[in-house]
């Protein structure tokens, strides 16, 4: 039996495939929170799950407890679940969200290729955000890359030069690419001196490029008045903290030398 369940087989009309994994490949929560920002947008409702028994250390990302609607216990487990939504009138768009998992990658990213050949998935775009040298309050830098690069030129988002360990994010942009389909990941660089999640300006940044990406149009003012706040706050942490305001000052002569 599957660890991956389907609880709906909808007929969708090429519909992309997006994902965002909390953990290691998150920083700030960024991508997480884009992604369901644009869960919300698109009113998309539950399409499939993996059942993580086999992939999660439960010691460390824990299972929660709650009263439900009858004021009994019961447990949520942690998981990968899957979603779809209308972008508009004649397009779907397939997300998935979770915990990255901990242990048999490779077994996950079958089971992830699994759904991407049941549901005729061409496209697959991965989101991700790192910690970096990067000025809190400029705008956040969104790198990325791609099995045709001609894709990030057209949204303006410079190629990544990155080598080093990597994330599932990773391990599933090599997997699905190839198997033949077309990857698209894009990250947010977030300040690495700010330890605050989630981190609203990153999310803004990543939506901003995915609305490009996938011709999507999306109301941002709640997110954009988010950020506005998040950076105030941020700025007022900065301001107050000798230290961090002069490693921030040389940051910003750093930049200017470049």
């Known amino acids: 039996m599957s660890e991956l369940r389907l609880h709906v087989r909808p007929a969708l009309r090429d519909a992309p495939l997006l994902l965002a994994f909390g953990g290691w490949n998150d920083a700030g929560d960024a991508a997480t929170l884009a992604v369901r920002y644009v869960e919300d947008a698109i009113r998309a ?9 086999d992939f999660y250390d439960f010691s460390v990302a824990r299972p929660t407890v709650r009263f439900d609607a009858g004021h009994q216990r019961v447990i949520d487990w942690p ?28 077994r996950f ?18 989101v991700g955000a790192f910690l970096a040298d990067v000025v809190y309050s400029r705008p956040v ?13 057209r949204i303006g988002v410079p190629a990544s030069a ?13 997997r699905l690419r190839r198997d033949g389909v077309e990857i698209v990941s894009l ?19 990543l939506l901003h490029k995915l ?23 941020i700025s007022a942490v900065v301001a107050g903290d000798p ?16």
């Open 187 to 205: 990250w947010a660089g977030l300040p690495h001196y700010i330890s605050a999640a989630p981190n609203p300006r990153g999310a803004l940044a």
């Open 162 to 174: 990155y080598q080093g360990p990597t994330g599932i994010v990773g391990a599933l942009a090599d």
């Open 211 to 233: 609305a490009d990406l996938l011709e999507l149009k999306l109301d941002d003012e709640p997110l954009r008045a988010e950020a506005a706040r998040f950076e105030e706050k």
């Open 109 to 126: 990213c079958d089971l992830i290729a699994e759904l991407v050949a049941e549901l005729a998935v061409r496209r697959v775009v991965l």
């Open 45 to 53: 409702v539950p399409l499939a799950e993996i059942d993580c028994e």
């Open 141 to 153: 830098g969104v790198t990325g890359f791609a099995s045709d690069p001609s894709v990030l030129e």
């Open 79 to 106: 998981n990968v679940a899957f979603r779809y939504g209308s972008m508009d009138g004649s397009r779907e768009l397939v997300t998935g969200c979770g915990i990255e998992p901990h242990l048999r990658w490779r």
């Open 243 to 258: 230290e961090l305001s002069e490693y921030v000052r040389q940051l910003k002569r750093r930049e200017f030398a470049q």
